[in-house]
Antibody, heavy 123, light 107 residues
Framework: EVQLLESGGGLVQPGGSLRLSCAGS????????MDWVRQAPRKGLEWVGR??????????EYAASVKGRFSVSRDDSKNSLYLQMSILKTEDTAVYYC??????????????WGRGTLVTVSS | DIQMTQSPSTLSASVGDGATITCRAS??????LAWYQQKPGKAPKVLIY???SLESGVPSRFSGSGSGTEFTLTISSLQPDDFASYYC?????????FGQGTRLEIK
C-alpha cells in the first residue's frame, strides 16, 4: 500500500525540541521531493518546508516562521523523512503532515499525505 | 511572499447545486496553482493542479480554471461527499502559500 506514516508528536514545553519522523512505503521514496505541512487547531494549512531529492543535492526550503529553528532531512535508505524542531513556541502547536511532492515539468502538487502527528507546545 | 485570498470563507449550498470558489493571488503565478479538499479530522486531498488539470481519480464534476492572479474551483453538481473545506495553493515561488480556506456547508 502506498502510504506515509508520521510519528514523534507529543507535548513539549516552550523552548524545547522535538523530532518528527515519517516512513514512506509502496513507492520509490528517493524519486520524490518531500514536504512538511502543518495545521494549527481549527486553522488553515501552512507549508513548513521541503527537501529535494539526491539529484538536487538534498537542498531545502523553509517558511519564514520556522527558518533557523526547524530542519528537514531524509534518509532514502530507510525511506524516511524527518523534521527536527527546536526553540519551539506555543504557535508551533499543530498537526504536522508529511507530504509527497509529485512533479511534471515546472508543475507539481502534493499528492500523498500522511495522517498527521499532533505537536502541542505548552507549559 | 505571495498572498492567496479565497472567497467566500463559507459557502452554503444544497445537494445538486453548483458551487464556485475563487482564489486570488497577490501577484501573477501563471498557472502554478493547486486545489485541495479536506474533511474534518482527515488529511487534505489534491483535486486540481496546474490550475485546471484534474488529479487521477477525482470526479469530473470538479474543474479548475484561471491564470495569472484569478482562479476558480467549480463543482458542477454537489454531492453529499463534497461538503468539506477547500484550499488553493500557489507553487510559483517560495514560500509555498495556501489560501485561508473555504468551508462548503449544507444549506
Amino acid at each position: 500500500e502506498v502510504q506515509l506514516l508520521e510519528s514523534g508528536g507529543g507535548l513539549v514545553q516552550p523552548g524545547g525540541s522535538l523530532r518528527l519522523s515519517c516512513a514512506g512505503s509502496g513507492f520509490t521514496f528517493s524519486d520524490h521531493y518531500m514536504d512538511w505541512v502543518r495545521q494549527a487547531p481549527r486553522k488553515g494549512l501552512e507549508w513548513v518546508g521541503r527537501i529535494r531529492k539526491q539529484a538536487n543535492g538534498y537542498s531545502t526550503e523553509y517558511a519564514a516562521s520556522v527558518k533557523g529553528r526547524f530542519s528537514v532531512s531524509r534518509d532514502d535508505s530507510k525511506n524516511s523523512l524527518y523534521l527536527q524542531m527546536s526553540i519551539l513556541k506555543t504557535e508551533d502547536t499543530a498537526v504536522y503532515y508529511c507530504v509527497r511532492v509529485t512533479s511534471g515539468g515546472s508543475h507539481w502538487h502534493l499528492d500523498l499525505w500522511g495522517r498527521g502527528t499532533l505537536v502541542t507546545v505548552s507549559s | 511572499d505571495i498572498q492567496m485570498t479565497q472567497s467566500p470563507s463559507t459557502l452554503s449550498a444544497s445537494v445538486g447545486d453548483g458551487a464556485t470558489i475563487t482564489c486570488r493571488a497577490s501577484q501573477s503565478i501563471s498557472t502554478s496553482l493547486a486545489w485541495y479538499q479536506q474533511k474534518p479530522g482527515k488529511a487534505p486531498k489534491v483535486l486540481i493542479y496546474k490550475a485546471s488539470s484534474l488529479e487521477s481519480g477525482v470526479p469530473s464534476r470538479f474543474s479548475g480554471s484561471g491564470s495569472g492572479t484569478e482562479f476558480t474551483l467549480t463543482i458542477s453538481s454537489l454531492q453529499p461527499d463534497d461538503f468539506a473545506s477547500y484550499y488553493c495553493q500557489q507553487y510559483s515561488d517560495y514560500p509555498v502559500t495556501f489560501g485561508q480556506g473555504t468551508r462548503l456547508e449544507i444549506k
